[in-house]
T-cell receptor, first 113, second 115 residues
Framework: DQQVKQNSPSLSVQEGRISILNCDYT??????FLWYKKYPAEGPTFLIS?????DKNEDGRFTVFLNKSAKHLSLHIVPSQPGDSAVYFC????????????FGKGTKLSVIP | GAGVSQSPRYKVAKRGQDVALRCDPI?????LFWYQQALGQGPEFLTY????????KSGLPSDRFFAERPEGSVSTLKIQRTQQEDSAVYLC?????????????FGEGSWLTVV
């Protein structure tokens, strides 16, 4: 029973275009969401996060959108660059002093030059 | 150090062998976590320490797995009598404190292959 789902295992985007990575969750107790980026043979690196009291958070080329009613979040990367090619993991926690992150299976993004 | 450091980076163990995986968290970080990542999956929570106290070990898959952090800094994850299903990347992570909004920083992982 996956509580965090990333239904697209892979995504290819042309350099300069927008990349949109999607994530759905089922646990209504989740109230903080994070995106991690992972290169091969490296650990996940924190990218951007959003609290459930917000519907958007922006950091440079990266924007995360949260739709609580749909239990859906998305990561937008614009413009996409070849160095963005990596596996992106969506993760969630239930706040209130929690510490366990629940991860999706990841989406492999390939940005084509 | 600047980041979370794990060793060994790669370990091949024969089935039945015991292994020990070490984690050096970021200096001053109170919280330490171990996650297991199987091929094609996202990381899955194993256990959590706050300083030297192991507050949650609910994710440990069997009693062959145990972790310790005796002085509230370095942690060791030990797997006894390894099985093929233990093959995975073991990720250590740390954060300054616990709770939402506190970024969790991951190490590069220890890649365990049981043959």
């Amino acid at each position: 029973d996956q509580q965090v789902k990333q239904n697209s295992p892979s995504l290819s985007v042309q350099e300069g275009r927008i990349s949109i990575l999607n994530c759905d969750y089922t646990n209504s107790m989740f109230d903080y969401f994070l995106w991690y980026k992972k290169y091969p043979a490296e650990g996940p690196t924190f990218l951007i996060s959003i609290s459930s009291i917000k519907d958007k958070n922006e950091d440079g080329r990266f924007t995360v959108f949260l739709n609580k009613s749909a239990k859906h979040l998305s990561l937008h990367i614009v413009p996409s660059q070849p160095g963005d090619s990596a596996v992106y993991f969506c993760a969630a926690d239930s706040g209130a002093g929690s510490y366990q992150l629940t991860f999706g299976k990841g989406t492999k993004l390939s940005v084509i030059p | 150090g600047a980041g979370v450091s794990q060793s060994p980076r790669y370990k091949v163990a024969k089935r039945g062998q015991d292994v020990a995986l070490r984690c050096d968290p970021i200096s001053g970080h109170v919280s330490l976590f171990w996650y297991q990542q199987a091929l094609g999956q996202g990381p899955e929570f194993l256990t959590y320490f706050q300083n030297e106290a192991q507050l949650d070990k609910s994710g440990l898959p069997s009693d062959r797995f145990f972790a310790e952090r005796p002085e509230g800094s370095v942690s060791t994850l030990k797997i006894q009598r390894t099985q093929q299903e233990d093959s995975a990347v073991y990720l250590c992570a740390s954060s300054l404190v616990t709770g939402s909004g506190n970024t969790i920083y991951f190490g590069e992982g220890s890649w365990l292959t049981v043959v």
